[in-house]
């Protein structure tokens, strides 16, 4: 069946630091890719998406490329700032399987200090 | 435009009492979600409406689980009677359409000691 590997954690690093968070997928059909970040008391909220091969989503400085060829949606951020801080999500979403809903991965804290 | 609203945000209750959820979505959004997360694990699927019927509930744990959805509106999810191992984040979400994408809650955290 379909699912979501991400790199356990938790990750900590010094402000300006480079970040990777590693997302691998298995998945039977043609998914959408997404990554969701929940900040501390707060929702889940869509932080990138990526539809189809190749693809790379961005926000707020984070990128994360579609790679088919290896099943990964790596989530990336030049220099993390302290309030980046949160929890991060790898989710699919497979568009080829009627009534499938996100299938998460098991979530990476990150904690940036000054 | 509100967003996915859900209440309680928190609840502690004994085992063997009953808790119900509620989740209000997105206005005109037809496709309702619900969602869990145990502690330092994968947010698991639950549940998925499409309007007032039941799309797919492939992920509901037992029968200690009912999920409603009258009027195709507002959700409400009970749990009876709730068990240790209910504890957990119950996300709600709501789309228009998946291609849209998704907008969750944020979250119920429910404690059963």
């Known amino acids: 069946g379909n699912s979501v590997t991400q790199m356990e954690g938790p990750v900590t690093l010094s402000e300006e630091a480079f970040l990777t968070i590693n997302c691998t997928y298995t998945a039977t059909g043609y998914p959408s890719l997404f990554w969701y970040v929940q900040y501390p008391g707060e929702g889940l909220q869509l932080l990138l998406k990526a539809t189809k091969a190749d693809d790379k989503g961005s926000n707020k400085g984070f990128e994360a490329t579609y790679r088919k060829e290896t099943t990964s949606f790596h989530l990336e951020k030049g220099s993390v700032q302290v309030s980046d801080s949160a929890v991060y999500f790898c989710a699919l979403s497979d568009q080829g399987q009627a009534g499938t809903a996100l299938i998460f991965g098991k979530g990476t804290t990150l904690s940036v200090s000054s | 435009e509100a967003g996915v609203t859900q209440f309680p945000s928190h609840s502690v209750i004994e085992k063997g009492q009953t808790v119900t959820l509620r989740c209000d979505p997105i206005s005109g959004h037809d496709n309702l979600y619900w969602y869990r997360r145990v502690m330092g694990k994968e947010i698991k699927f639950l549940l998925h409406?499409?309007?007032?019927?039941?799309?797919?509930e492939s992920g509901m744990p037992n029968n200690r689980f009912l999920a409603e959805r009258t009027g195709g509106t507002y959700s409400t999810l009970k749990v009876q009677p709730a068990e240790l191992e209910d504890s957990g984040v119950y996300f709600c979400?709501?789309?228009?359409?998946?291609?849209?994408?998704?907008?969750f809650g944020s979250g119920t955290r429910l404690t059963v000691v």
């Open positions: 409406f499409v309007k007032e019927s039941k799309q797919d």
């Open positions: 979400a709501s789309s228009p359409d998946r291609a849209y994408g998704y907008t």
